[in-house]
């Protein structure tokens, strides 16, 4: 009877470890030896691995279903057109659009901060008017934005995010407040340093009340949060293929239709027209419109499979408890190693996803990537995209771990005793 609750705790562990590991027989990639090691992959922040559905679609379309979709009459291009639409549903589905009109294919996050960048200041700012990003944004979602200025007159503000890197509301709502001319809040859901997710409901919430657009980079938050646009009440939100199990070169974006609607296209070319002539050209309706030339069908296709998956398991409880397990046993570990620090850690451990950026007195970052590498680990280093935040931390950049479900608590504890190992023989 005494034993009953530790038994009951342990067949819990098990179920989870279970699980782990029939996920983990979904990607072939994790299977591998790296400089003779078993690959212990923590890169998925930057991009995860492929799943096996996503791959097998990828072949059949490369090899059996290889058409230019939406323009021919024959069967494979009729097939291809098909799949490529599935995908652009099942991201409807996935992020609770509204309508497939609201739902545009671009390359990636990137492709897709450009389009709004650029198309929005040109149909909804004028000279003087400004946008605001965060402090911690990805360059993504800093550079498009500096270039859409540069030609508009337009300028850019920074909202800074607090020493534990969290966003404060009233630093925000004092800003909105202070300046009427900010038109235009483009924010991160959870930065890809940071690893924190950033309360985006509230922010809209106060966006809107100054009548400021909100556009939300989801690179990251579609991979570790549930997303509803339609309860969330965004303008804007975009995420990359890549960084949920899908093909690179794919990406979505999601666009309020009324804006959609007269936001002048970004890329003209094949597909985004409905008539041309030399003296007038009129444009498809949406979501064509934005989606000029041949785009990556194949990979648009996958993300059917893709996303079916990332449903599945942020709906699971246990994988759930799985990722809450990572960050409480890296924190854990992390904080026994000296002079070492994460840089982003919430007050509530509940807003931490298993992204940790380290800063390790003494240790260069990409020193310490190079000898774990050679352990079969492989992590990032440097300024991760993110620039203005990571020279806040550390002049010679920080040491970037990522995990994703399919990661083991093992491969975590592995990590944390080779970190010491490293950070041991490199002080
Ligand atoms: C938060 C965030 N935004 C934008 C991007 C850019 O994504 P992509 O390179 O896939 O366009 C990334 C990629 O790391 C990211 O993490």
Wanted: hydrophobic content about 45%; overall charge negative; glycine content about 6%.
């Amino acid at each position: 009877m005494l034993f009953r609750p530790k038994t009951k705790v342990c067949l819990v562990l098990l179920q989870v470890m279970d699980i782990i590991e029939q996920i983990r027989e979904e990607f072939p990639a994790l299977h591998q030896q790296v400089w003779g090691k078993p690959l212990i992959y923590l890169d998925n922040a930057a991009t995860a691995q492929r799943h096996r559905k996503v791959l097998e679609l990828q072949e059949l379309m490369s090899s059996r279903i290889n058409a230019n979709i939406h323009r021919a009459l024959h069967k494979l291009s009729a097939d291809a057109t098909d799949l490529y639409e599935a995908g652009r549903e099942a991201v409807r589905n996935f992020i609770g659009a509204e309508s497939r009109e609201e739902i545009i294919f671009t390359s990636g996050a990137t492709s897709a901060l450009n389009l709004i960048a650029f198309s929005l200041v040109r149909s909804h700012l004028t000279a003087g008017d400004k946008v605001l990003v965060c402090e911690a944004e990805h360059h993504s979602n800093i550079v498009p934005w500096q270039l859409a200025c540069e030609v508009s007159g337009v300028s850019l503000e920074v909202l800074s995010v607090e020493e534990s890197g969290e966003i404060s509301l009233e630093r925000l709502r004092e800003l909105l407040e202070k300046d009427d001319r900010i038109r235009i809040l483009s924010v991160n859901h959870i930065s890809n340093v940071l690893g924190i997710i950033n309360p985006i409901a509230e922010i809209v919430r106060i966006a809107h009340s100054r009548g400021v657009l909100v556009v939300i980079d989801g690179a990251q938050g579609v991979v570790h949060d549930k997303v509803s646009v339609k309860d969330l009440d965004c303008d804007f939100y975009v995420f990359s293929g890549h960084k949920i199990y899908a093909p690179s070169g794919i990406g979505a974006l999601y666009g309020r239709r009324s804006l959609l609607e007269n936001m002048p296209p970004y890329m003209g070319g094949g597909d985004m027209v409905d008539r041309v002539s030399f003296g007038r050209t009129t444009y498809a309706p949406l979501p064509l419109k934005f989606e000029a030339g041949t785009p990556n069908f194949v990979a648009a296709a996958c993300l059917k499979p893709a996303l079916e998956f990332a449903t599945a398991i942020r709906e699971d409880i246990q994988v759930q408890e799985h990722e809450k397990s990572i960050v409480s046993t890296m924190v854990q570990g992390l904080q026994q190693i000296e002079g070492l620090r994460i840089c982003g850690l919430p007050q509530e451990l509940s807003l931490k996803v298993p992204i940790f950026s380290l800063d390790i007195k003494g240790v260069h970052p990409a020193d310490a990537a190079q000898m774990l590498d050679k352990m079969g680990i492989a992590v990032r280093s440097g300024f991760m995209c993110a620039e203005p935040l990571v020279s806040r931390y550390s002049e010679s950049g920080l040491l970037r771990v990522s995990f994703a479900p399919y990661n083991t608590l093992s491969e975590c504890e592995i990590f944390i005793n080779k970190l010491k190992l490293v950070t041991d023989m490199l002080k």
